[in-house]
């Protein structure tokens, strides 16, 4: 696989920490930092599967994370400069708690100004008025949200699938086509529902960076109802460019 997806926006190595600590709901003051670290591992594992531009920090994290972990499987140090010491998970907690209150209210601001243009739309702007109301209930999926449904999209495969010898080869521009199909049909789409008819894994990677790439270039969005729940992806109405009547 050599195509490569690069986001506009990549979440970073706080980003996953924080989901995964959410998803787990574990406590943030003490995290369980061998589950964590093992968990982080494997999505840095598939992410440089997928071929996705993986910025160096993740690596850092990745290292600061094991070391974090190998302090606290060895035995307690009874020393005066060990108990001085303290918790080795102190400082990543302190950048995660600092990251939080960032993002938070980051994500507030985002919040207001999407509120805000509920008041102001412009005439045209894709909006209709029907769908303000429903779109208040969702919020965008995250990258790590997406791995995730991936993930158990690989586990549903049956082993067989992925030893099945078929000549059709597959492009990321091709998946792109017929994923906008499918919205053509549909207004809504669940993520499952993307690789319902793939034979190989190779077609189903091949899905998954089509839809990368798709929300890459604003032509989709991925939303959930709530956290970790079920994927919908939609296409962008205001990436649809009205046809040209005069032409």
Not at 48 to 56: E, S, T, V
């Amino acid at each position: 696989m050599t195509y490569k997806v690069k986001l506009d926006v990549f979440e970073g190595p706080l980003d996953l920490l924080l989901y995964l600590i959410q998803k787990e709901e574990v406590d943030i003051y003490d995290i369980p930092i061998a589950k964590v670290t093992d968990q982080y591992l494997e999505y840095l594992e598939l992410m440089q599967l997928l071929d996705l531009n993986i910025a160096g920090e993740f690596l850092v994290m990745a290292a600061t994370l094991m070391h974090i972990k190998s302090k606290m499987l060895l035995p307690p140090d009874q020393t005066e400069e060990a108990e001085e010491e303290g918790d080795p998970r102190a400082e990543l907690v302190r950048r995660l708690l600092e990251y939080k209150k960032f993002k938070e209210a980051a994500s507030e601001l985002s919040h207001m100004e999407s509120h805000q243009k509920h008041f102001f739309a412009r005439v045209g702007s894709g909006i209709k008025p029907e769908e303000i109301k429903s779109e208040d209930e969702f919020f965008e999926a995250s990258l790590f949200d997406l791995i995730t449904a991936f993930t158990k999209v690989l586990k549903d495969i049956p082993k067989a699938t992925f030893y099945q010898v078929i000549k059709d080869e597959f492009t990321v521009s091709e998946k792109i086509h017929d994923v906008l199909h499918m919205l053509v049909d549909k207004h809504t789409l669940f993520f499952t529902d993307l690789f319902k008819t793939a034979r190989t894994k190779f077609e189903i990677v091949t899905i998954f960076l089509a839809l990368l790439e798709l929300i890459k270039i604003k032509e989709v969005v991925v939303r959930q109802a709530s956290p970790f729940g079920e994927i919908e992806i939609i296409r962008n109405t205001e990436s649809i460019k009205p046809e040209n009547k005069n032409g």
